[in-house]
């Protein structure tokens, strides 16, 4: 677990931003249960590719005329509750940190993963969510 005053520039990032900051099962929990609407998560990390590519990406991306009903975010290896309820909503992937989901009433319509984050600049991770909200919002 990293320090909370070491992350909270981080965490800041998404939450000054907008995007709900849950800290643990129960919030989560709250947020996914009887979900209506559209819902973006990312799944904060304190990687390299989260500042560059996946915090950004997903900002910029709400610039957009459509876009999520709500925005949420958990962040990996801090808030470890939080982190691990919102991955079981992200089954059948597999743990990935960062990652970015869009939710559709409560079923999962869009996923990127690290690997798809990795290496990738923050205005094509724009559009690839951009292209999904556009789908889906």
């Known amino acids: 677990m990293y320090p909370l005053e070491l992350v909270a ?3 800041k990032d998404l939450t000054d931003f907008g995007f709900d900051g849950l800290q643990s099962a129960e919030e989560v929990d709250g947020v996914m249960t009887n979900q209506q609407g559209t819902l973006l ?3 904060n990390s304190v990687c390299g ?4 590519n996946a915090r950004p990406g997903a900002k910029m ?9 709500q ?3 958990v962040f990996a290896g801090v808030y470890k509750a939080a982190t691990e309820r919102m991955r079981e909503y992200l089954l059948p992937y597999p743990p990935s940190s960062p990652s970015i989901a869009l ?3 409560g079923q999962l319509v869009h996923f990127l993963e690290r690997h798809h984050i990795e290496g990738r600049s923050a205005e094509i ?4 969510l951009k292209m999904a909200f556009d789908r889906y919002c």
């Open 103 to 105: 939710f559709k009433d």
């Open 49 to 52: 590719c989260a500042a560059a």
């Open 9 to 11: 520039p981080m965490h």
């Open 71 to 73: 925005t949420a975010t």
């Open 125 to 128: 991770i724009a559009q690839n």
């Open 41 to 43: 998560v990312v799944v």
């Open 61 to 69: 991306a709400l610039d957009h005329a459509k876009k999520p009903d």
